[in-house]
């Protein structure tokens, strides 16, 4: 028998410490994933009231989307379910409660969010209970850090005024007149622009406001054109654009318009004075380049007879960064679903596939950066000029 030194001995037994730690550590992280029966997922929406146009697209985008994962086995083999609670065109009170009704009663551990005011009311409630949320639709830049557990796969309003607002500085204009909507959605806006506009070099000749869905607008149009400006900025969503050019040509006012949302419902009130109106938007568009973005298209149209808006595109795209996010926290095994795990898994690889192409990548800020398209209204329709750099 052969004796062995201390040295050696000390070296084996650590060797076997390390070997047992490292069979720890594997059945650790090899342990069997936690499953629910089923992933609830919800959904605070315009479902009624006057903007119930958005509350109709996005929920027509995510019920495709959890229709597809479903027909393909779920989500490793775990179906999806969604349950839609109505903000009623924006009430924070109503986003307040259908998100208490979405986690008392749903047991929901991530929430598909529309419109900044439910938005941020829902917020404390989300970093309180640990609930993933993912917003396609609001705008205001008061979003920002509201939650720890709050992203954006849409491009807030103000980053779009600033797209409008240096195309404008490039075309030598030097006088701009504003017209916003009188809630936090348009003040963000606005209190983004003007001190961009003022920096480079232009000067603010009037700054109006209007309700959401007003009838009558004929006092703030009437100050826009005494101030005399180079151009318009409408810092409006849908359908009040369609009202306020309708006004400013019908008052004879004849200077450029710019923009950031254009609709069908927009069109529709605006008629042949939309025609010129410029506008700076997410832009989804289906390509043979990218055949998913081909994939929901069609189905959309086949679903639903009609070219699915970008806000269609967002909830859609927004129920896969979800399943995506599932199938990582899922991975590591354990108590997984949870929305500070899926939360986590977003923030340990911010890069997730987009339907319009590519990977967008989650900002530290929470907002996805996406491609932002110019548009311009020629016989009553939305013609692609060119995509531009938010600076």
């Not at 839609?84 to 986003?95: E, H």
């Not at 920002?144 to 103000?158: P, V």
């Not at 009553?380 to 060119?386: P, S």
């Amino acid at each position: 028998m052969v004796k062995k030194s201390g040295w050696l001995v000390k070296f084996l037994a650590a060797g076997l410490a390390a070997a047992t730690l490292g069979l720890g550590l594997t059945a650790q992280a090899a342990e069997k994933p936690q499953d629910p029966k089923v992933f609830n997922i919800g959904a605070i929406l315009a479902m009624s009231g006057k903007a119930n146009w958005y509350g109709t697209v996005m929920s027509q985008g995510i019920l495709q989307a959890v229709d597809e994962i479903n027909a393909k086995g779920g989500v490793d083999g775990i179906k999806l379910k969604v349950s839609i609670g109505d903000n009623k065109s924006g009430s924070a009170q109503a986003g307040v409660d259908a998100m208490n009704r979405l986690i008392d009663i749903d047991h929901v551990q991530a929430v598909l969010t529309s419109f900044s005011p439910p938005t941020l009311a829902i917020a404390p409630i989300a970093d309180q209970k640990k609930i993933f949320l993912i917003n396609g639709g609001g705008v205001s830049q008061a979003l920002i850090g509201a939650s720890k557990y709050l992203f954006h796969n849409r491009s807030l309003a103000s980053d779009l005024g600033r797209a409008a607002a240096a195309y404008a500085q490039a075309q030598g204009w030097k006088k701009m007149a504003m017209l916003s909507w009188n809630t936090d959605a348009g003040e963000s806006v606005v209190n983004v622009v003007k001190p961009y506009w003022e920096k480079l070099g232009g000067t603010i000749t009037a700054s109006e406001t209007m309700a959401v869905g007003a009838a009558n607008i004929d006092t703030q149009i009437a100050k826009i054109k005494a101030s005399n400006p180079d151009f318009v900025a409408l810092w409006l969503f849908s359908p009040d654009p369609g009202l306020a050019m309708k006004r400013i040509r019908e008052l004879g006012m004849k200077q450029p318009v710019l923009g950031i949302e254009y609709t069908a419902d927009i069109q529709k009130i605006g008629g042949s004075y939309m025609e010129g109106y410029r506008y700076f938007s997410d832009y989804f568009t289906p390509s043979a380049a990218n055949p998913w973005s081909e994939a929901f298209y069609n189905g959309y149209m086949k679903r639903y007879g009609v070219a699915p808006e970008f806000y269609a595109a967002n909830y859609y795209e927004g129920v896969y960064v979800i399943a995506d996010l599932i199938r990582r926290a899922r991975a590591q095994g354990g108590d997984y679903w949870h929305g500070d795990k899926l939360a986590a898994a977003l923030r340990a690889n911010p890069a997730v596939d987009s339907v319009y192409g590519g990977k967008m990548v989650f900002q530290a800020n929470g907002v996805a950066k996406k491609r932002v398209a110019m548009f311009v209204v020629e016989n009553g329709k939305q013609k692609f000029i060119k995509y531009v750099d938010i600076k």
